[in-house]
């Protein structure tokens, strides 16, 4: 049997010791808790291309593929089994604004010091292994995690 699932990719954004969170709102999914931007990958389109236009969409930014670097991978099961692709934008023109109002009701430049309580898990586990270059993560299998070595 063949497997097919989602891929998603998240899109980090630091300035100095900080990163770009938005807070989910009316999605029925981690609602009233903080991610990084993000969607899925369309059909025919590459890892970097879905993170300049998932940036465009969520938060009006100007990304090129070209500034987007990859941070790592995640195999994860929640209701079901998804492939995460979390990359890093290296650079970028304009200012962040939420253009997803009924998605997403605020943005915030958190310290990577002091990430939010409410920040979704497994964004939180993410953040946290990126000083990791290209790991690799399987989350929520069995309740027991695997971080990146």
């Known amino acids: 049997m063949v497997s097919l699932f989602p891929v998603t990719v998240h899109v980090i954004f630091r300035r100095d010791d ?6 989910r ?9 903080y991610s990084v931007p993000s969607g899925h990958v369309e059909r025919g389109e590459s890892i970097r291309q879905a993170a300049a236009r998932e940036a465009k969409e969520e938060i009006g930014i100007e990304l090129e ?10 195999h994860r099961k929640s209701d079901d089994e998804r492939v995460d692709f979390f990359v890093e934008a290296t650079q970028w023109q304009g200012e962040p604004a939420n253009l997803e109002p009924h998605k997403c009701d605020e943005l915030l430049w ?17 953040l946290q292994d990126r000083q990791h270059a290209g790991w690799f ?8 995690d695997i971080p990146a070595p």
Request: hydrophobic content about 40%.
């Open 110 to 126: 958190a310290p990577m010091g002091s990430l939010p309580s409410n920040l979704i898990p497994y964004v939180m586990s993410a």
């Open 18 to 23: 900080k990163v770009l969170l938005i807070r």
């Open 137 to 144: 993560e399987e989350f929520g299998w069995n309740g027991d």
């Open 65 to 74: 593929p070209t500034h987007v670097r990859f941070a790592g991978v995640m």
């Open 25 to 33: 709102f009316n999605t029925g999914y981690e609602d009233r808790k």
